[in-house]
């Protein structure tokens, strides 16, 4: 993200830099600056191709894998193209100026060009994981409404809304650049000089989505916790309405008693079955909400732990200027920025960690193994949380032959399974698992 710094503290540093390569030689000055800033520029490139090499792998596992083929990963794979371009066309020029003592070593033209990137990408990336956090509440409290808009469409025209607002933010510094280049380009560095911008930016690209972020994903969280209390809270009471029934052993209870026990003894058995089904299904995908909001608020808390410092230092840097040392402001603002850039190398290390979709993918494409195999006859429900957590409901149609069917449900730890007797009765029951489940 571009940075404001006071023209004055720019022309001390530049005539301090100036005054040293009048006195000696400017290339053996270069070498020098150069050779003492050579372990932070490691780092910085390490940094750099984790950055980009991370987020190709996120690329290519939403395209290659069906299981994360849903509109939350979609906002991921997006989230991971700004955070990629990041990686390529703004941090390794950000590395160079470093290694030229923040002075800006190619044409001044490029400059305005360099900050509208770096501001286009950083404000797409708030933006994202803005829209996430809103799809995922609004799916959250209107599942079946959200579940007919919620096409692979619909999806790219919500990205086209995010991308086009991040444009439409980030467009008037190639504008003011081009008109005078004085605003972005003081005294061979390349910053922003326009208070009014800095200021309306800062809030409108960050401060703003991230409170409308933190406040949806409360909301969220709130709905939830209020779905597991409802749910629990059936559960519980058919349980104890049904103890009190057959507690009453008097005159006509007892015969209606026996009359409903009938069919349960029957070899008839469907319904109950489709009902436990049905619960154990809802409980399983209100479980993976769950945990989804939980891996979804560490990439949050990261986000916001990473760019906080760094604007709000900017802001200050407009705010309190003769006030505060402009010396220390520039320092910070230089260490704060790489902190935020670093922001956008640690989402695909935030999902190997917590995704073992992901996980696997990316250890398959490391290895060069781009095809993974499916059996035939396999039918996968995933919820609308498996963008984020890999505890996804699995249905796996088995044809038998003559045999007999057999309905059986298995919860192991990683995944629910369901066997059934044709692959038509496998289609049937997708709509049995949870309204917020989608038969793929």
């Known amino acids: 993200m571009a940075r404001y710094i006071n023209s004055s503290y720019t022309l001390n540093q530049s005539l301090t830099t100036g005054e040293i390569f009048n006195a000696s030689d400017p290339e053996n000055i270069l070498r020098t600056a150069i050779s003492k800033k050579n372990w932070p520029a490691l780092l910085i490139l390490i940094i750099v191709v984790l950055t980009i090499g991370g987020n190709i792998l996120v690329i290519m596992a939403v395209s290659l894998e069906k299981k994360l083929q849903n509109a939350t990963n979609y906002f991921l794979m997006s989230l991971a193209v700004a955070d990629m371009l990041v990686g390529i066309l703004v941090m390794p020029v950000s590395l160079i100026t470093i290694l030229y003592d923040n002075t800006w070593p190619f044409p001044e033209k490029m400059c305005p ?156 058995p469907p319904l109950n079955k489709e009902a436990r089904l049905f619960r154990k299904g809802t409980m399983h995908s209100i479980n993976n909400e769950q945990r989804a909001s939980k891996v979804l608020g560490i990439v949050f808390f990261l986000f916001v732990v990473m760019w906080c410092p760094f604007f709000i230092t900017n802001v200050m840097s407009v705010i309190c200027k003769d006030s505060c040392n402009e010396a220390i402001i520039g320092e910070l603002l230089n260490v704060f920025v790489w902190i935020g850039y670093t922001s956008s190398g640690v989402n695909p290390l935030v999902y190997t960690l917590f995704n073992g979709t992901y996980r696997r993918a990316f250890s398959h494409y490391i290895r060069c193994h781009y095809n993974v195999r499916r059996s035939r006859n396999h039918f996968t429900i995933i919820a609308s949380t498996s963008a984020i957590y890999d505890r996804n409901l699995e249905m796996t149609a088995m044809n038998n032959g003559n045999k007999s069917v057999n309905n059986e449900l298995r919860v192991p730890e990683e995944r629910l399974h369901v066997a059934l007797g044709s692959t038509e009765s496998s289609i049937d029951n997708c709509i049995v698992i949870s309204e917020k489940v989608s038969c793929v």
Request: hydrophobic fraction near 45%.
């Open 113 to 268: 060009i360099w900050i509208y990137l770096d501001v286009l990408f950083s404000t797409a990336s708030i933006m994202h994981l803005c829209a996430i956090s809103l799809d995922r509440y609004v799916g959250i409290r209107n599942p079946i409404e959200h579940s007919r808009f919620n096409s692979r469409t619909k999806a790219i025209i919500k990205l086209t809304a995010v991308w086009t607002i991040s444009i439409g933010i980030s467009m008037p510094i190639p504008v003011i650049g081009i008109q005078d280049e004085s605003r972005v380009f003081i005294d061979n560095s390349c910053v922003i000089n326009e208070e009014s911008f800095v200021l309306v930016g800062s809030f409108v690209a960050f401060f703003i989505p991230l409170i409308i972020m933190v406040f949806t994903y409360c909301l969220t969280v709130q709905a939830l916790q209020k779905q597991i209390s409802v749910f629990l809270g059936d559960q519980k009471q058919k349980r104890t309405s049904l103890h009190v029934f057959k507690k009453d052993n008097l005159g006509e209870n007892a015969t209606v008693i026996q009359r409903s026990e009938t069919p349960d003894a029957s070899p008839k």
